[in-house]
């Protein structure tokens, strides 16, 4: 079963405007990681957070994690058409041999 | 080539038969996971292979589903007597290291199973 909830479901913002897309599990994780899927594709690695980090920066992205409260958050600056896809957090749980995804946030950014 | 390979693409087939869906890994990598996405859904885990040895298989749903990755590299995910239920795409990820914290999956396009 999935142990991540995204929020919003569906976010739709202008080109140029910021997106933030939230994360939220149930267990202790060994670290965080946000992918990206477009429409019929394979899920793209964006970016890892450990554990013990609270934030982390990868060109336009932003990435929190909070572990107290076991949420994360996606901040994507200055969006672009491109960035329209679903993007998802997955969970790397200590003794699981896979990440636990969530169910997602389908972005659209409009030229 | 640069990425993991997923063959077929997409796949019918009708209530019954067997399918079989090969996954082609980053070269060298380690670690090779299946999982199965619905639509609308993250995907779902269905197993793990390091190298040739599989060590959980957990996720899979039947004793209908079987995987195998007999020399450490190209992996086959076998359903069989396909029921309506298994229509979902099936994604192949690798990862450069063994079962280790801290690192990334790299994901194939996935095959497209419909079943009829």
């Known amino acids: 079963s999935q142990q991540g909830e995204e929020d919003p479901q569906a976010l739709s913002i202008q080109e140029g405007e910021n997106a933030t897309m939230n994360c939220s599990y149930k267990?202790?994780?060994?670290?965080l990681q946000w992918y990206r899927q477009n429409s019929g594709r394979g899920l793209v690695h964006l970016i890892l957070?450990?554990?013990?980090?609270r934030e982390k920066h990868s060109g336009r992205l932003r990435v929190t994690l909070d572990t107290s409260k076991k949420s994360s958050s996606l901040l994507i600056t200055a969006s672009r058409a491109a960035d329209t896809a679903s993007y998802f957090c997955?969970?790397?749980?200590?003794?699981?041999?896979?990440?636990?995804f969530g169910t997602g946030t389908r972005l659209t950014v409009i030229p | 080539g640069a990425g993991v390979s997923q063959s077929p693409r997409y796949k019918v087939a009708k209530r019954g038969q067997d399918v079989a869906l090969r996954c082609d890994p980053i070269?060298?990598?380690?670690?090779l996971f299946w999982y199965q996405q619905a639509l609308g859904q993250g995907p779902e885990f269905l197993t793990y292979?390091?190298?040739?040895?599989?060590?959980?298989k957990s996720g899979l749903p039947s004793d209908r589903f079987f995987a195998e990755r007999p020399e450490g590299s190209v992996s086959t995910l076998k359903i069989q007597r396909t029921q309506q239920e298994d229509s979902a795409v099936y994604l192949c990820?690798?990862?450069?290291?063994?079962?280790?914290?801290?690192?990334?999956?790299?994901f194939g396009d996935g095959t497209r199973l419909s079943i009829l």
């Open positions: 990820a690798s990862s450069l290291e063994g079962r280790l914290v801290n690192q990334p999956q790299h």
């Open positions: 957070i450990r554990s013990n980090e």
């Open positions: 292979f390091q190298n040739e040895a599989q060590l959980d």
């Open positions: 267990t202790s994780i060994n670290n």
């Open positions: 997955a969970t790397d749980e200590s003794g699981a041999n896979n990440l636990f």
């Open positions: 070269s060298g990598h380690v670690s």
